[in-house]
């Protein structure tokens, strides 16, 4: 069964990048169906798409955000990333990995919450 | 992108059924046969409850159904019981000058 994890900081200071890696396990991240997406949620709201990659790298990105986010995947580590540039504390939310088709996830992390603050 | 339309709350006595609209555009839920439904309790992460509009993964009960017309998406969820209270999000295909996805602002199911 395809399981997911977030890691990294916890906090991070404004104006520097936020870097979360999501480890796959249970299964391929080489699925040629599927794609590993990030979501997040700040304190007390809704879901936000932050973008999604596909096996092969090519990405897809919130447009409001799309300027300051990188994902990436390491088919070889069973692993994708996401990095968010320039952050502020309207970036403190908890980070959800997720995996599915473009539109749906069905697999998610248990989610990880960074703060932004000096 | 705007966020999709959703009531901020809605509730049920148990054993009734509940509906949720989330509304769109033609961009979005019109547009596309690509509208998904998440239940999420408190601290924890979403589940996948309804994708593709009306499909239910492996597991998820019966009891949860979904339809579209036009630019609106609903959930409905019959039988009420009390592990339902939870947040509902939508979301939804939604294509600009590139693809992507649309959640809905989320719906709080308090079962009275």
């Known amino acids: 069964q395809l399981q997911l994890r977030e890691s990294g900081p916890g906090l991070v200071k404004p104006s520097e990048t936020l870097s979360l890696t999501c480890t796959v396990s249970?299964?391929?991240?080489?699925?040629?169906?599927?794609?590993w997406g990030w979501i997040r949620q700040a304190p007390g709201r809704g879901l936000e798409w932050i973008g999604e990659?596909?096996?092969?790298?090519?990405?897809y990105y919130n447009p409001s955000l799309k300027s300051r986010v990188t994902i990436s995947i390491d088919t070889s580590r069973t692993q994708f990333s996401l990095k968010l540039d320039s952050v502020t504390a309207a970036d403190t939310a908890v980070y959800y990995c997720?995996?599915?088709?473009?539109?749906?996830?069905?697999?998610w992390g248990q989610g990880a919450l960074v703060t932004v603050s000096s | 992108q705007s966020a999709l339309t959703q009531p901020a709350s809605v509730s049920g006595s148990p054993g009734q059924s509940i509906t949720i609209s989330c509304s769109g555009s033609?961009?979005?839920?019109?547009?596309?046969?690509?509208v998904s439904w998440y239940q999420q309790h408190p601290g924890k992460a979403p589940k996948l409850l309804i994708y593709?509009?009306?499909n239910r993964p492996s597991g998820v009960s019966d009891r949860f159904s979904g339809s579209k017309s036009g630019n609106t998406a609903s959930l409905t969820i019959s039988g009420l019981q009390a592990e339902d209270e939870a947040d509902y999000y939508c979301?939804?295909?939604?294509?600009?000058?590139?693809?992507?996805?649309?959640f809905g602002g989320g719906t709080k199911l308090t079962v009275l």
């Open positions: 990659i596909f096996y092969s790298g090519t990405t």
């Open positions: 979301s939804s295909y939604t294509v600009t000058t590139t693809k992507g996805v649309l």
């Open positions: 249970g299964g391929t991240i080489s699925i040629n169906t599927y794609y």
């Open positions: 593709d509009v009306t």
């Open positions: 997720a995996s599915g088709l473009f539109d749906s996830k069905g697999t």
């Open positions: 033609n961009s979005d839920i019109g547009g596309y046969d690509y």
